[in-house]
């Protein structure tokens, strides 16, 4: 394994070579050992000068770089010497000092240098806690100061234009998406025809009931036979229909979701490197968007939408079957209607265990857990697994509490949703006998009337426990359109620049990250002629990657 990775590692740095102007390396063969390294540099230093590259070289192993053009040492963001390897190397020169200290040398050699690295390290550090706390910090100090209605009034305007938003947003997703306008009407037109299935069912369940009752053998037997006619007929006619309903809309959810994840990677790869220093743009944030955001927004177009004209078709049903063979009993049923469409969001609530809402408040153990394991050697290497550990446990204290609050919310809506149908039946089989004592009406008709209208309600409240969440769906929206507005300055697709001659020169540049405090770079100035190699060096935190 070990040998397979040093060969791909570089395969991988000299083959990315060819056809190139310029070359922009940052510690490539860090990962290869001494015999290796040694391989890949002489076979890169061979390719150099047969095609006059232009090569920066960010390095921590010396050895590396001892035949550039040009070294050039940075400590704290600043410029502090610069030459070739045998002019730096004399004397007591920081270089110097680098080079002794890899060379096994004791730390006597280089006077001052340890504090150098604390106080950058304690720089790091404290800019790395602002970068994480100060937008926090911010916000809290400026809500202290505002009045509560003013707090209050603000957030109704946020909500409603995240509302607008959504509503924008949906539009905009079925424009990009208007070529599947064929398959998306096609699968609502079965969505509507699967409408009739559980009404009539119910229907047919009533009349059997009563058809039980015939003491005539010959017409029990004919009511009967129609009774199973309906059954199977129902059965068969429902298996086609539902199948092109849920491939349909299923083919339509895969492209809708395919389209929003290719546009939003494409523009995550083109926007500017502050952008991903910011907090919320994080790598574990940004996976979590591509890849449950982008689920719920197919499970929005795969199920809630032709569960939404699924349901609307079953009590379109209903009433006109209810209506028909009672209404009186419609009545009834209507005034139940709500009760039951209730349970059956209590139940759904219970099935679902309300997991889609703690998403967000796992994103801080989420993000601990993503970068252990992308710097799993690191944590290896400063035995670091047991701090890590508790961190992550810590982590998940919260979530933990809010869960145990909402298992007992879970179990009182699955008490209660199973309790309030059995009322509501309790209620309409009463009612069925007042109206055949004081009106006259026949049970049969009743309970079609009862059964058609218990089936359709019934069948709304279980959609429901299958359809993602509305919220979910247009916040991923909210999440992915965010992103793909925001233009960066320079795309890396403008094909309007002019090729690349390899000559590159900074004059005073000062650059600072948006989200951290103090310059990472201060007046710097650097020139590099083309076909030269030029190694940047220095102490970790000095500023050599950016």
Known sequence: FFFFFKQKTAYEILSGLVGSEMCIRDRATSALDNVSEQIVQTSFNALQKESQLSVIVVAHRLTTISNANKILVLHDGVLKEQGTHRELSQGNSIYANLCRLQGNETDKLVPGLEEKKSSVGKKLSVARKLSVHSNHDENDKDEKKEDEKDIEARKAEEEKKKAEKAKEYQSKMWEENWKYKPYLIAAMFFAILSGYHMPTIGMLFGMVTMDLLERDPDELRRKVNLDFAGFMICAGTIVFILTAMFWLFGFVASRVTTNLRKQLYEHMLIMDMQWYDKPKNMPYALNSILADGAEDVNGFVRNSLGTSIQCLAFLVVALAIGFGFSWRMALVVLAAVP?????????????????????????????????????YRTVASFCSQDRILNMFINALAVPLSALQSKAVISGLCFGLGQMIPFLVYSCLFYFCALFAKYYSADPRTSFSAVYALLFGAMAVGQSQQYAPDMGKASAALMSIYGITEVMPTITSSDKSNPPIKGKIEFQNVTFKYPTREGDVLKNFNMVIEPGQKVAIVGISGSGKST
């Open 339 to 375: 009760f039951m469409g209730f349970a059956g969001f209590l139940n759904a609530k219970f099935h679902r265990g309300f997991a889609e809402q703690n998403k967000e408040i796992y994103f801080e153990s989420m993000g601990i857990l993503a970068e252990a394991v992308k710097n």
